[in-house]
């Protein structure tokens, strides 16, 4: 009876380390749901759902938290996302792992219509997602920094 109760015991502890282990790992990457802050405000922007397909990353809005004068519709974009509902909007996408980083990928910005290169970064443990946007080199450009939801 002791044997059984350490076995037990052991099962327990080995099992609960696999799936500490298994939560850790999904922070190791940057697929999952995020959450956007406004540069300005400091106020939420939008839940951002980043998924991986063929090695490469795109993250299109879940949802949007919307100033009462705010459109939900994409109206600067320009050609088939023109007045493109916000929400179901891929706006990260070609984002390639290289490193610690991931880069050569595009981001929207709906607010002006205009897509810029890309590239993001995990931190502080996989809890926070830096994105930079920029025309050219990385140098030209601004980041934001992501907070992880799940």
């Not at 190791?28 to 802050?37: E, K, Q």
């Not at 991986?52 to 938290?65: D, H, M, T, W, Y």
């Not at 590239?119 to 030209?140: A, M, P």
């Amino acid at each position: 009876m002791h044997i059984l109760r350490r076995s037990t015991v052991f099962a327990l502890a080995a099992v609960a380390a696999l799936m500490s282990s298994a939560a850790w790992a999904d922070n190791t990457s940057p697929v999952g749901l995020w959450r956007n802050v406004d540069d300005v405000s400091g106020k939420p922007r939008a839940l951002v759902r980043i998924t991986e397909s063929n090695g490469a990353l795109q993250g299109r809005i879940e949802k949007v938290f919307l100033a009462a004068n705010e459109s939900p519709t994409c109206a600067k974009c320009e050609g088939a996302l023109k007045d493109a509902p916000v929400v179901g909007l891929v706006i990260l996408s070609g984002l390639k792992k290289d490193g610690d980083d991931y880069t050569g990928g595009q981001i929207l910005d709906p607010d002006n219509g205009k897509v810029y290169s890309s590239k993001i970064h995990l931190t502080d443990e996989g809890k926070k997602l830096t994105v930079r946007g920029f025309i050219g080199v990385s140098l030209l450009g601004r980041s934001q920094v992501w907070e992880r939801q799940e």
